[in-house]
């Protein structure tokens, strides 16, 4: 599955930016990891296709993420931004008929298979 991500940009503390990923096939579950200069990749979210989120505590009332099961699609609304968001955030999918994972397991990397190109958010103070 490749993925194309989308939507990364500039805004000020306290805005809101929305990210995109569209993947060529299906998939059993998306997420949204994010790494920033200097420390390793974080998940921020994920969605499960048959339903059920996970959040980084840090984001946790701030962000949503959704999906688009007709589109293969998956969004991250993002508001309340803080500096310290400041990264590049990566769409990433685990396969079709992978349905089998609990919640938890897919703030893991190793649950994915296929990663996007990344797209830059800044978030300015």
């Known amino acids: 599955v490749q993925l194309q991500a989308s939507g990364g940009g500039f805004v000020q503390a306290g805005g809101s930016l929305r990210l995109s990923c569209a993947a060529s096939?299906?998939?059993?579950?998306m997420a949204w990891f994010r790494q920033a200069a200097g420390k390793e990749r974080e998940a921020v979210a994920a969605?499960?296709?048959?339903?059920?989120?996970v959040y980084a505590d840090s984001v946790k009332g701030r962000f949503t993420i959704a999906r688009d099961n007709a589109e293969n699609s998956v969004y991250l609304q993002m508001d309340g931004l803080r500096p310290e968001d400041t990264a590049i955030y990566y769409c990433?999918?685990?396969?079709?008929?992978?349905?089998?994972?609990?919640?938890?397991?897919?703030?893991?990397?190793?649950?994915?298979?296929?990663w996007g190109q990344g797209t830059l958010v800044t978030v300015s103070s």
């Open positions: 990433a999918a685990r396969d079709a008929g992978r349905y089998g994972i609990i919640l938890s397991q897919l703030r893991v990397q190793d649950a994915y298979e296929s």
């Open positions: 096939g299906r998939t059993s579950a």
């Open positions: 969605v499960r296709w048959r339903g059920g989120t």
